[in-house]
C-alpha cells in the first residue's frame, strides 16, 4: 500500500511487438490518464514481451510493491499469449475454463478475448485486459474503473484541465503565468508548447470531483484574466471548433481560397459537424492561372508583387468572397517548402488575408519546420485570425 | 549479459506526466525499433515518475540485468529534472560541471539539454537523453546507435519491411498469406489491419544487413506475386505518395471536385513535395448551388437522383476535368455523417468518379465510422482509384 495506505496501482504491458517498437503503446497512457481521474496512485509501468520468465518476475514484483497490477495484451489463442498461463502460474492458481480458478471475468465487447479480475490476497488483484486498444479501453471504462472505485479505498482524485492558447510565444505565457507554474501543492499548472501553440495543464487533487472543480476554476479564472485574447479553447476543443461556433453563433458564411495550405483549411472546418451551416465553397488554386482565373487575382499583381504576396492573398480574400457570395473570404498564399524559396522570399513565408464586408486584414507570418508543418502552421493561423476576428 | 555473451539494452522513460497519462510515450517505441535495427537486445522497458527513490531504484536494476540503461527525460533545468543527479548516485560518481564525472556529454542540436554516456563499469553504460521527441530522436539516430554499432558486440540484427495493401478485406489478405503468418524462426510476418487497409510486415534476423535483406526479400516476392493489385507501398510510403509519383511518371494533370471530402483529398495530394507538377486546381463544392455554378452539374441530375448520387460524382468529375484543363478529374460526394443520412441513403455512402478523356468511371462505397473517418477512407478510396488507373 502506498502512502498513508491508500491504494496503488501498477501497470503491465505484455507483448514483444512493443519491444520491437512495431507499435506504439497507447495504453499505458490511457490507463494513467483513468487512474489519476479516479484517484488511484501509479507509480510503476512496465514492458515485458512475450516471455514466461520475465513476466512471471514482473507481476511478481507487481504484487509485491503494488496493490493492483493490471496487464494488457497476451489474452488471445495463440502459442504466443501467454498471460493467463503466467498469471496463474504467479498466484499458484490452477487453470479453470481457461482462467485461474476464482477469477471474474470482464466482459469484452469488441472482442473475443475476455479479461479477468483475479484477487490473490486480501489487498492483492490483478487485472487483465486484452491489448487492443479498441477492445481494452471501453472495458477499463465501463467496467474496471467503477470496480475500482467501488472497491478500493481511494484518496483524492486527480482532475484536470487544459487551456489552449494561440498567437503567443511559449516564453511570454510562461512569463504571465510564472507564479503559476511555480505553485506546489494541491493544485499545480504545466505549461506545454508544440509548433506555436501552448497549452496550460491544471491539475487539482482534491475529495472529490467537485472539490476538484472548485480548484481548477479558482486558477482557471486567473488564466483567462491573464491570457484571454490567446484562449481558444479546452481540453479536448479544437480551434477549428471555436472558429465553427462562432461562424454559426455570429451566422456568418465562409468560403476559403487556399494555395500553398492545399486544402487543409477547408479540411478542418468541413471536419466539424453542421460545417455545411457555415462553409459555401473552397478552392484550392495552386497554380498562377488559377489564381488569375477563379479569383480575378490581377496579373499584374501576380507579375510586380508575385503569387506570394499580400497583394495577391488579399485579392484572393476578396475573389473567392464575391465569387462564392459569402460574408467573409479567406486567401492564403506562401511557401510551404521544401523547394520554392527565392532571394526574398525563405519556406514559411505565409500570407494570410480576411476579406470582410468593408476591408480587407492582411497579415505575414514567417513559419518553420517541414511541408506539412507549415501547412498545418499556416492553417491554423487562419483560424485563429477567423477566431480574432468573429470575437 | 543476455543469450551467449550478447549485449542487451533497457529503456527507462522518466516524468510523472507519463504516469498521469498526459502524453503518449512514443520514446520508448522509437528507441525500440531502432535498438532492433542495430541487433541490440531489449527485454524491458520501465516508465517511472520524476521520483528520487523509484528512480535510482530502476537505474540500478537495470544496470542488473541489462548491459545498457537508455534513460529518456529529466535533463532539464527545473527542480522536477532529477535524473542526472540520480544516475550520479546510482553510478556513486560527483557531479562536475552539471554531469556525473567521467559522462561523455552528447550533442543535442535541436534543444538546450545536453545528453551523456557513462561507463559505470566495463560492461556497464547509462545513456542519458532529453525527454522531447524531437530532440532525442536526432540523437539516438545520430550518435547513439551508432555508438552502440562500434562499442557493442552484437548478435543478429532485426530488420523488417512492411508491405501496405488497400482494397482486399483483411480476412481475404488472411487467407491469401496463411501459410506466411504462420511461419516462425528467422522470418515472420504480422498482419495489421485498421479501418478497411491491410499491412504485412516481414521481420527476418540475421547476421548482418545484406543477409537480413535476402531473407525478407524472398518473403516480400512471395507476397507480390500473390496480392500484387492490392499493395501500394513499403514502409514509409503512403497511398498519396505513390498517387502522385504515377501522376508525375506518367505527365497527367489532375483536379478534384470534393463534396464530402472537405478538402482531404487535395490536401493529401498537396502534401507531396512537387506536386505542384500535377495538381492544377480543386474545388471543395459543399452545398448543391456551388456543384451547379462551379461544376456545371445539372440541376436536373441533383433534383432527381440527389447530390450524393454516382450521376452527380460523373458530372462533378467531368465538370472539375474541363474547368481546370486537366488530364483527369476526381469527383466525390457523399455523407460523412453523423447527420444526412435519408430512408435510402446511409451515413457512410460514397459515390467517387474519375473523368478521364474518353470515359468516366464511377463507383460506389459503403464506409462505417465517424465522420472524420469516413473522410479518410473515402479520399483513400479516391487515390487507390487512381493509382489502379493510373498503373
Not at 91 to 97: D, M
Request: include cysteine; charged fraction near 25%; hydrophobic fraction near 40%.
Amino acid at each position: 500500500m502506498s502512502r498513508r495506505g491508500w491504494v496503488n496501482a501498477e501497470i503491465i504491458c505484455i507483448g514483444t511487438e512493443l519491444l520491437l517498437g512495431h507499435i506504439v503503446n497507447t495504453n499505458a497512457s490511457f490507463i494513467a490518464s483513468r487512474l489519476a481521474g479516479a484517484g488511484i496512485d501509479h507509480y510503476y509501468q512496465t514492458t515485458v514481451g512475450d516471455n514466461h520468465k520475465r513476466l512471471e518476475a514482473a507481476i511478481k514484483k507487481g504484487l509485491q510493491r503494488s496493490d493492483i497490477v493490471i496487464t494488457t495484451g497476451g489474452l488471445g489463442p495463440t502459442v504466443d499469449d501467454i498471460t493467463t498461463e503466467v498469471i496463474a502460474r504467479s498466484a499458484a492458481r490452477k487453470l479453470s475454463r481457461g482462467k485461474p480458478e476464482g477469477a471474474k471475468p470482464l466482459k469484452n465487447p469488441f472482442g473475443t478475448a475476455l479479461g479477468f479480475i483475479l484477487k490473490v490476497a486480501p489487498e492483492k488483484t490483478i487485472i487483465a485486459l486484452p491489448g487492443p486498444p479498441r477492445e481494452m479501453q471501453p472495458m477499463v471504462e465501463n467496467y474496471v474503473i467503477p470496480y475500482l472505485k467501488k472497491t478500493a479505498k481511494v484518496a483524492k482524485i486527480i482532475k484536470s484541465r487544459s487551456i489552449k492558447l494561440i498567437g503567443l510565444p511559449e516564453a511570454s505565457v510562461n512569463n504571465k503565468a510564472r507564479d503559476l507554474l511555480r505553485l506546489a501543492g494541491a493544485v499545480t499548472v504545466g505549461i506545454y508548447a508544440r509548433l506555436g501553440e501552448v497549452e496550460l495543464k491544471i491539475m487539482a487533487k482534491a475529495d472529490g470531483e467537485s472539490r476538484a472543480d472548485i480548484k481548477i476554476k479558482k486558477i482557471e479564472t486567473i488564466i483567462r484574466k491573464r491570457l484571454k485574447p490567446y484562449i481558444y479553447g479546452v481540453d479536448d476543443e479544437t480551434l477549428e471548433g471555436a472558429a465553427a461556433k462562432l461562424l454559426l453563433k455570429r451566422k456568418k458564411t465562409l468560403a476559403c481560397a487556399e494555395s500553398c495550405t492545399g486544402g487543409l483549411l477547408s479540411n478542418l472546418l468541413t471536419d466539424i459537424p453542421g460545417s455545411s451551416g457555415f462553409f459555401l465553397e473552397g478552392i484550392i488554386c495552386y497554380s498562377d492561372e488559377s489564381k488569375v482565373n477563379e479569383l480575378n487575382v490581377n496579373k499584374e499583381t501576380i507579375r510586380k508583387k508575385g503569387a506570394v504576396s499580400a497583394e495577391a492573398a488579399k485579392e484572393m480574400a476578396v475573389g473567392i468572397r464575391l465569387r462564392a457570395g459569402s460574408h467573409i473570404g479567406v486567401g492564403i498564399t506562401g511557401i510551404a517548402g521544401p523547394s520554392g524559396a527565392t532571394k526574398t522570399k525563405p519556406v514559411g513565408l505565409v500570407f494570410i488575408a480576411l476579406a470582410l464586408k468593408n476591408r480587407v486584414i492582411v497579415r505575414q507570418f514567417n513559419f518553420s519546420g517541414l511541408r506539412k508543418e507549415v501547412k498545418s502552421q499556416a492553417a491554423r493561423a487562419a483560424l485563429n485570425m477567423l477566431r480574432c476576428e468573429l470575437l
